[in-house]
C-alpha cells in the first residue's frame, strides 16, 4: 500500500513539476504517468535489488515512455523525460555528501558522492539504450518503406 501511495505523490509532484517545466497542457497528465510509474518500479524493484541496479530499471522505464508518449502525442520526448527523471535524481545522495564534507566525514563523504555519480550514471545508460533502440526501429521502418517503394 505504501508504494502505491508513494506513487501517487509521484503522479502529484511530477505533474507540477511539469507545469514549472512549461510542458504542453495535454502533455501533463503522460508527464506526471511518466514519472508515478518510474517510481513504482524504483520502489518494487528496490525490495530486491540494491539502488542502482532499480534506477537502472526505473530509468529504461522512463525513457521508453517518454519515445512512446512522444510518437503517440507528437512532442518532443524531452516534455517526458525532464519531469519523468525527477523522482529518481540521486539529491538526497549529493546533499548527504556535501553534508559530511563539510563537517569533516570524508569517508561518508565520497561513498555518497560514489553512490549519486553510480545512480547518474545509470540514469544516462538508461536513456542511451533505449534511445539508441527508438533510433534502430525508426532506421529499420525507413529501410523496409523504402524496399517496398522500390519493389513496386
Not at 94 to 109: K, M
Amino acid at each position: 500500500m505504501m508504494i502505491v501511495m508513494q506513487s501517487l505523490m509521484a503522479f502529484i509532484s511530477v505533474y507540477f513539476f511539469a507545469i514549472l517545466l512549461e510542458a504542453p497542457k495535454r502533455s501533463l497528465i503522460y508527464a506526471a504517468l511518466t514519472g508515478a510509474i518510474a517510481w513504482f518500479v524504483y520502489l518494487l524493484a528496490g525490495q530486491f535489488y540494491e539502488k542502482v541496479p532499480s534506477t537502472l530499471l526505473a530509468a529504461v522505464v522512463v525513457s521508453f515512455l517518454s519515445h512512446y508518449f512522444a510518437r503517440y502525442l507528437k512532442t518532443p520526448a524531452t516534455v517526458y523525460f525532464l519531469p519523468g527523471f525527477i523522482p529518481l535524481v540521486p539529491g538526497e545522495a549529493v546533499y548527504r555528501a556535501v553534508f559530511s564534507f563539510i563537517n569533516g566525514d570524508y569517508p561518508h563523504a565520497e561513498m555518497q558522492l560514489t553512490e549519486a555519480v553510480m545512480v547518474s550514471g545509470a540514469i544516462a545508460l538508461a536513456i542511451f539504450v533505449v534511445d539508441a533502440i527508438f533510433s534502430l526501429q525508426a532506421r529499420l521502418i525507413v529501410i523496409s518503406k523504402v524496399k517496398r517503394q522500390n519493389k513496386l
